[in-house]
């Protein structure tokens, strides 16, 4: 359920920046199955992975982060 909220966030900031799930993943340095996999939720991302998405996208990791997931 976790990795499905994370997928989800990272797919929409992807989308919003304009990048392709090829572009992107190159970017990133990844696979495209890898970032696709995470993308729908079957495998949670990495700390470092997730510094990588925030650097490129140029956004916070609060942005990132789902909001149910935020502490307040």
Do not use: C, H
């Not at 990133?28 to 925030?54: A, C, D, K, Y």
């Amino acid at each position: 359920m976790e990795a499905e909220k994370w997928g989800r966030r990272i797919r929409a900031f992807r989308k919003l920046k304009g990048y392709t799930q090829e572009g992107f993943a190159k970017k990133i340095g990844v696979s495209v199955s890898l970032l696709g996999e995470i993308e729908r939720g079957n495998r949670l991302p990495s700390e470092q992975f997730l510094t990588e998405v925030t650097n490129i996208l140029q956004i916070s990791m609060d942005e990132l982060q789902p909001p149910e997931d935020r502490i307040e």
